[in-house]
Nanobody, 125 residues
Framework: VQLVESGGGLLQTGDSLRMPCSPSGRSFSHYYVSWFRQAPGKEREFVAG????????DYADFAKGRFIIFRDNTKNTVELQMNSLKPEDTAVYYC???????????????????WGPGTQVTVSS
């Protein structure tokens, strides 16, 4: 599955941003789809994930209350809505998908088979 992210850019503190992830030529059915991010000099970290078939979602602690992950059935995309952005949200954001991602492992990058190229999100103060 080839994943394509879009929607990154340069924003200011407090802005909102919505980023879609789409599977090129396929469906997300039976996949667990997540967003990760990686800031310069830091490890890649889990942001949020959703199981397509059940619509069950998981969030990193820093994302709870500010970010929302959801599926758009009409567009066949997984969307990450980010609100109240902060400078510390600056990172490259990656979409990832796996078809055997069990609940305890959703935050581990190695659990995912497919990755997008990433999109840069920069939040200025």
């Amino acid at each position: 599955v080839q994943l394509v992210e879009s929607g990154g850019g340069l924003l200011q503190t407090g802005d909102s941003l919505r980023m879609p992830c789409s599977p090129s030529g396929r469906s997300f059915s039976h996949y667990y789809v997540s967003w990760f991010r990686q800031a310069p000099g830091k490890e890649r970290e889990f942001v949020a994930g959703i199981r397509w078939n059940t619509d069950s979602a998981d969030y990193a602690d820093f994302a709870k209350g500010r970010f929302i992950i959801f599926r758009d059935n009409t567009k066949n995309t997984v969307e990450l809505q980010m609100n109240s952005l902060k400078p510390e949200d600056t990172a490259v954001y990656y979409c990832a998908a796996g078809n055997s991602v069990a609940a305890p492992r959703v935050q581990f990058p190695r659990a995912y088979e497919f990755w997008g190229p990433g999109t840069q999100v920069t939040v200025s103060s």
